[in-house]
Antibody
Framework: QLQLQESGPGLVKPSETLSLTCAVS??????????WGWIRQPPGKGLEWIGIIYHSGSTQYSPSLKSRITISVDTSKNEFSLKLISVTAADTAVYFC????????????WGQGTLVTVSS | DIQMTQSPSSVSASVGDRVTITCRAS?????LAWYQQKPGKVPKLLIY???SLQSGVPSRFSGSGSGTDFTLTISSLQPEDFATYYCQQANSFPITFGQGTRLEIK
């Protein structure tokens, strides 16, 4: 059964870089049919798509975050990562990673999510 | 960007009720997904490709629609269905979610 697990610091200072990794188990990140994505949810708010990546390294990013984010993949470790630079309090959120199926575009399964707080 | 607007934003209903949540896209889309999220929990995929029921999801959930108007219907509410529901389009990038519909117990 495919499982995803986020990891990374739970507290980041303003203006610094948020770095998260999503470890994929129970399946290969090099699957030809799947992309791998990041979604976030500020406390008490809705879901916001951040971006997706294919095992080849091809990416799609949210336009509102594009200037600040990098999503990368490490097929040897079966994991992918998110970097978000110049964070502010507005980037405080639960960050989820998920498999994205391109056939008609949905996210499943999801990682359990990790809360990242931006604060000094 | 394709904007997804859900209605209502919140709804109160009783166990056994039939509930319909609507998701309207700002332009025509081919496919829609629906998710259920309970407080503090991970979003759960209910419906993909507009009307396909994800494995393990009870058959009281159904999805329909085309073009710009889509619906999620719960035929007979159960206590475990009280949650927030989100629609999501992937017709074009950026992928966008609706703002959510909170389903509360009356």
């Amino acid at each position: 059964q495919l499982q995803l697990q986020e990891s990374g610091p739970g507290l980041v200072k303003p203006s610094e870089t948020l770095s998260l990794t999503c470890a994929v188990s129970g399946g290969s990140i090099s699957s030809s049919t799947d992309y791998w994505g990041w979604i976030r949810q500020p406390p008490g708010k809705g879901l916001e798509w951040i971006g997706i990546i294919y095992h080849s390294g091809s990416t799609q990013y949210s336009p509102s975050l594009k200037s600040r984010i990098t999503i990368s993949v490490d097929t040897s470790k079966n994991e992918f990562s998110l970097k978000l630079i110049s964070v502010t309090a507005a980037d405080t959120a639960v960050y989820f990673c998920a498999r994205y199926t391109t056939a008609s575009g949905w996210f499943d399964p999801w990682g359990q999510g990790t809360l990242v707080t931006v604060s000094s | 960007d394709i904007q997804m607007t859900q209605s209502p934003s919140s709804v109160s209903a009783s166990v056994g009720d039939r509930v319909t949540i609507t998701c309207r896209a700002s332009q025509g889309i081919r496919w829609l997904a629906w998710y259920q999220q309970k407080p503090g929990k991970v979003p759960k995929l209910l419906i993909y490709a507009t009307s396909s029921l994800q494995s393990g999801v009870p058959s009281r959930f159904s999805g329909s629609g085309s073009g710009t108007d889509f619906t999620l219907t719960i035929s007979s509410l159960q206590p475990e269905d009280f949650a927030t529901y989100y629609c999501q389009q992937a017709n074009s990038f950026p992928i966008t979610f609706g703002q959510g519909t909170r389903l509360e117990i009356k």
